[in-house]
């Protein structure tokens, strides 16, 4: 017998198995590996490789044969590509079949199944916030969950809906009895410092005189900072609404009949005067959830486009990705917690994008169980997009606006536009393109509504259908839209001839579910396309502002390359944080360079192109390099002061660009810029929202694409991601679900094992934990002869029981390193004031194996006068000989 021991064959019934049974594994050697059926098997599966450390057919056929001749057999390829497919079978693992609106066939991984995975991974789930957080003015904001969209601005039926206090569950817009007897309301759910809080409205009663019924009443549109709301913590919550009674002793279900009535001016019912809506009790949620948790587990999604070639040319993919909002930024830029949904190089972003967005919509809406692996119980999981975050042309496309480089209607997030081409040169549009007001202190562009995109799109359509195609083309050149699915059905309709029996399909679909005639992000629940595609610093900021400031200077500095050559041969990169530079490659192809390229010349540019440079250049450039600073800061303490800040030095920047030449109004990424901040205020700080770790990403599909068979790139691919997260969870020893036998299974220990206790099979798998060093910690022991000195004697006098050695460099933490000549910024243990030192020698205090090292510096403080050349402000010596702790 063949059975795979995941299905149920060997778990389920073990007397199945035994030392005659044709697999020749027993039971005890099955339930050490499982679900493999024996060591080679698992060996096999890791030796297949992920991410980017795929193995073909060929290479592995040839490895098992030559691991034969020490004796390890291991299994057939056909039969671990089997073991692959029967564990997912069992795990109900899918890829979704679908067909677009175009009759492509569309292949996309369960956005469900990986989000219950993800709760059932104790990789994941202990660092994954499940509520939105505020900043109470001392902690930093450094992650999504701190975003104003999470914790303000999502509508009611998508916010976190409940909590759990004194094992009860709490639902918003359900009345709560406090501790003290008060009632509320709850409306919002959040944290502060780890404290579980909630926004809750005092409820107002209104009896009916005619029929003796009181009703409760709530305000309309009430938001977040309201001052009508109250913060209360969620601990003093006593009884849930079922449990509220009266002083006689009704229930308050029975007394407000199981509705709550919103003030609302278009409302249903009306009362005394007023009109309100009704809200009927209990929560939906709370049916929906049959007494289970509910996690709260929003996502960032990303789509773009790349080569399914290693070259990076030609063989087009569209794709998707996802990151888990909750989870800090130092995992999210982790391929281990990034997911894939689908690619196609047949089908648009548009067409690949609606059967993720029906999912999302159930997600949204319904939720899907889960097991929580820190909770140890079942839950439910709700989940909406948080941001979408792509480069200009796909963010163009998804939002229905023109490619802008090209368009009359440049902007996505605005209504800034011309009639005619010719009018880009006049000065209004020029001052509106800058941001900057013309004899006003507004501008005249107002910003785009996505209900009204929505709402105008729909219009076209049937201006469309009843006029004509040119009557739709100029009404959306003066709207400023573009959707590319309804215009390329409205083409499909009008060229009957062209399109033979389109006509009669396309009425078909507009009477079965007519939103298919537009762009699925239209019906994607909680989602903004005005406010929720952000200006992201890669492909506005560095491959935008950036290149073109570097392209211009370069190509103006033809007879001086060799002098900018040399200046980055100068180019001291020891405190900077940077690998290496390499001088020539900056000269010689300053036009296709990458972001971190470009990171690079914004930290270095004062030094290597200010030379060259004449005063009004070195104005326009100080300004570029310092609003890098301030878009690349990480952690915010500040908001407020953060974003006045960064709205300052965007207008010092445009400013300089308008004074250089008013033609770089051309460059649509210009405008973008000065909505930045609009992002910075929804999300947080621009690294949150940044595309580097996905389009870093790419490159894991071209693998996954060059081992697909080409038929079917888009299936393949799929699968062998599909492959990828069925080993990630069982590795990272996460409960599966067999849906044969109806049960939960762990993989075994000794699997489980091999994941947590190996960093390369970490490694392998995309995660990167760190190591568990203590810092300080020693790097590099021997000493350059040239570098040796004689121990400092203010070191001696302070630790005079001390023995001490020198070393070359020490690492303060994973990712910095100090040694010699280096300078650090230094902070006292007694609170004194910071200062900057640079490195004379490092010192380690004996023996060997101690964390104690001590750095004796040169002493700097700040001059008070500001550079005049370089426009920043100047160190100078103060002390020769100060020792200080490393610590």
Known sequence: MDVDPFIHGYVGNPQQLNENSSTGHTLSSVLVWFPFRSKEVFTACLMLGYLHNLMSRDTYMQLRVILSLWNLVLPHWDTVQMTRDRIKKAASFKIVESTSVWGNKLFTISLKTILANELANIYVVNNLEFFPCISDGTTMVDRLCYSYKWREDLPRQYRAQMVVSREKHFYIYEPTQLITGEVVVPLFFYKCKDVLLSKCITPQYSKDIDTNVTHIILPSNVRFNDQALLTIEVEKFHLIYSEITLQDGQYLSQFCRNVLYEESLGGKISLQSKTYNLLHLPNSWREKA??????????????????GNVSKQWNK?????FTLSGLPPNLTNQEYHCHFLGTSNVAGVLELAEPIINELNDLATNGCPAYDCKLGEDVLIMSVVLAFLADSPMHAEVTSTPMPAVSNNPC?????SVENRGDKQTTSYVHDFFGQPCGSDKLSTRLRVWNETISRSKELWELGKDKSRNAYNTQAKTYGLNDVINKEFLERYSLEMDYPGEKERIKKIELEDADRLFNPFYKLKGFDGTQDTPVE????????????LVTDFMQSMKDKVKQIEANWTAFNIQSLNIGYIKPQYLVKHYGSLIGKDYKIILQAAPFVYFPLMNEEQRSLWFSLCYLGSIIFQTKITDMDSYIDEMKKHINIFLYHITKMSARWSNKPK???LTHLPQGTERFGNPSLFASEKFESYNSVLRHASVHSNRHSPGRDIAKTFANYQVMRLILSGGRLYDHVADTFMEPSENVSKVFQNEVRIQHLMGLNQG????????????VPEKRKKE??????ERNPNKKFRQVDSIRINEHEVVDADMFVLVELPNGGP???????????????ESNSFFLHLFQYTKVPEIHKFYNMREFKTINNDVCVDSQ
């Open 290 to 307: 049959k007494g289970k948790i509910i996690r709260h587990v929003p996502i960032t999604l990303y789509a773009d486009d790349t080569s």
């Open 317 to 321: 993919h569209i794709s998707f990705y």
């Open 412 to 416: 996505r997030m605005c209504h800034l």
């Open 537 to 548: 610093t890669l492909h506005v900021y560095l491959l935008g502002c950036v290149e073109y």
């Open 670 to 672: 210009y405008h973008q």
């Open 771 to 782: 190591q568990s060093t203590i810092y300080p910690a020693l790097r590099i022991e021997n």
């Open 791 to 796: 121990a400092p004697s203010v070191m001696l």
């Open 834 to 848: 910071k200062f900057i030192g640079q490195v004379i020698g490092l010192w380690q205090a004996l023996p060997k």
